[in-house]
């Protein structure tokens, strides 16, 4: 090689370097790409292909090939797609190579004895290839090789390059789309969205949102949020929103905002991020809802129900004293103890029921309450069912019913010796129906009673009309058998 021939490959590839560095398209890397082949590598006809998406090897520029060449042979490579460290070949003499003879047909009529291809890779894996024309029997030195190759090298770089910045261009207009559509379909809405950016900066306030704080779409950018905070609310929003946005996490807060008009209104913000095409994290999206008047009521419910609560607690108070009063002689006697512990258990379901703010009660909790006297150990009385929670007027007759059912069987059935012992199970029936059963076993032996008291009143007649269903007493030698059936009942009662 003469040293003018060396300077001019190194010119060659200096100004191949200086082009791509300027491309802004494809098309520029691939007339840069094939000014150097043919420049360099001493042939007239050269060409460019890249894998597309079907993954098939396609023309995307030539020099001095036909169109009839292009269409026949497109898709024919040495490489399929991704191959990883593909090596280059050199085809001296196409009539001596194992190809078709039909491919050899083509070539030969396209005035092509000797070809080169060169692979275009992206971190080691094949997207495409270039290749040299030459119409006289050509063996390409070592040196060419590499300069071949060092070509190959700089126009893949490029063509990643560039369509990595027409994938980012494409996002970010998708991006752009994305937002327009969504302040559109967000403006008019009936709730407070917003949109932030990655810094917890206002990007976009809805329509709703801009009337409850008083400004114009012109002073979004520069609106400033955390001054509509209440102070005694300001740390621990802002811990929350802070944390989600360090996190690029969901968040769900509720505190005070003040309004155009200065008055404070209970507002809960529930915000997701959203992210670029790529997955960059670009800020939060949210929603704000109004919820002042739902807490004002909650707070007044709140105050009924204590003060209902308070009154009921007082009448059982009442009750009780008079109860004493009226049985002050009878202390002691079992008709006493029979009233305070019925009363015990009616106050005991009435405090489990003002928990819950007297919506319902859950009958596992229920029942727990109302035998754990007799049960202090947790094994002579098993409860088998699944989670129910029953109406107010539900509770109180299940909770004055098992009352009776438990005293009885610790006076005369089944906890009135250490060998016995109680089954409470309960079940969904089909249509949402409730199915009790109280079964004792390993008692004293059975028998019905030949006449009916009052806990069997309360237990067949009130438990039945309370829960309007059927109530069975089953006095079994085994030991008595209660079975309640009753359709569940949803909310207060």
Known sequence: M??????????????????????????????AGLDAITSTLGCSRASILLFDDDEVMRFKATRGLSADYRRQLEGHTPWSCGELFPTPIFVT??????????????????????LGFFPLTVRGRVVGKFMTYYANRRVLSGHEMDLAVTIARQVGFSVERLRA???????????????????????DAPVMIWMSDRDGSCLHLNRMLRN?????????ATFDWHSTMHPDDAEHITAEVVAATVRQQPFSVTGRYR???????TLTTTARPYSSATGEFLGMIGVNVDITEQEEAAAQREMIFNELNHRVKNTLALVQAIAHQTLKGAEGSRLADDFHDRLASLAAAHSLLTKANWESAPLRELLTDALAVSDADGARIELNGPHVRLSPKQSLAVAMAIHELNTNAMKYGALSCDSGSVLVDWQLLRGSDLELTWAERGGPPVETPSGRGFGT??????????????VI???????????????????PQ
């Open 2 to 31: 003469t040293e003018k021939s060396n300077v001019d490959e190194l010119q060659s590839l200096y100004i191949l370097t200086d082009r791509l560095y300027r491309t802004t398209s494809i098309d520029e890397v691939f007339e």
């Open 93 to 114: 003499d196409i009539d001596e190579t194992d190809e078709p003879d039909w491919i050899k047909k083509i070539i030969r009529r396209e005035d092509i004895r000797s």
């Open 165 to 187: 910045e027409e994938q980012r261009q494409a996002a970010e207009a998708a991006l752009r789309d994305s937002a327009i559509r969504f302040r559109l379909m967000s403006e």
């Open 212 to 220: 409850a704080w008083g400004i114009s779409e012109d002073e979004v």
């Open 259 to 265: 309004n155009v008009d200065g008055d404070y209104r």
């Open 457 to 470: 009143f309360m237990i067949e007649r009130v438990l039945a009309n309370d829960l309007d269903g059927e």
């Open 473 to 491: 007493l089953d006095f079994q030698k085994q030991g008595l058998r209660c079975t309640v059936r009753a359709p569940l009942q949803r909310g």
